[in-house]
């Protein structure tokens, strides 16, 4: 049977670093795996007053995340945290109280920037928010990953430079995740 996987990038700008990210490290996955991705920018701003009443792009973004049996967060760093756009998705499925949707699903977090650390700072607030939400979050290896001209190469995929790296992540996330699912 297939696992689902999540994957949530924290920006929604057209030619994303991050969503490039995303979609060349998740073409190094096994078969059995299947990647979904997560639409968050036609999200409404967060707001408590509609706990009761979540808006039908909130109840679907819920059903995605419910229905996955992990999780893949790919995010740029704005102003040293995690884009607000992020932030507004994470808040609205963890609602309302007893309802959050996030709880116990494994996840992988990495990022991508133009700045030299890498989106480290940003990936460690979004650890610091996801262990609350009862997320557990893969370790090692970190990535934090600087935008260069050989990242990518011309069809998109991981460079040849950098490409035994990140398959090594990718096996070691994979090897990961089904130990969470199988305990
Ligand atoms: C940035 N950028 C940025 N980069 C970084 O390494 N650390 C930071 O704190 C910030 N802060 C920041 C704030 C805001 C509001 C913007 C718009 C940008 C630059 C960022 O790395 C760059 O725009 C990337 O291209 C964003 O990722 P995507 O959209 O290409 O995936």
Redesign the pocket.
């Known amino acids: 049977s297939q696992t689902v996987i999540a994957v949530i990038?924290?920006?929604?700008?057209k030619?994303?670093?991050?969503?490039?990210?995303a979609d060349a490290l998740t073409r190094l996955a096994p078969p059995e795996f299947t990647f979904k991705h997560i639409e968050i920018g036609d999200l409404p701003l967060y707001n408590q007053d509609d706990d009761a009443n979540q808006a039908p792009t909130v109840q679907r973004l819920k059903d995605a995340i419910r229905s996955a049996d992990g999780l893949l967060f790919v995010?740029?760093?704005?102003?040293?945290?995690i884009?607000g756009v992020l932030k507004n998705a994470i808040d609205h499925a963890s609602r309302p109280p007893g309802q959050s949707v996030w709880g116990g699903k494994p996840a992988g977090v990495l990022?991508?920037?133009?700045?030299?650390?890498?989106?480290a700072?940003?990936q460690q607030h979004l650890r610091n928010v996801l262990a609350f939400l009862d997320v557990p979050t893969i370790g090692q290896p970190e990535m934090f990953l600087q935008?260069n001209e050989n990242f990518f190469d011309a069809d998109g995929n991981i460079g040849q430079g950098s490409k035994a790296f990140f398959q090594g992540w990718m096996d070691r996330y994979v090897a990961w995740v089904k130990q969470h699912i199988a305990g």
Do not use: C, H, M, W
């Open positions: 990038v924290g920006s929604l700008r030619d994303s670093y991050n969503r490039k990210l995010t740029p760093e704005y102003n040293r945290s884009p990022g991508i920037s133009i700045g030299q650390i890498g989106t700072l940003a935008v």
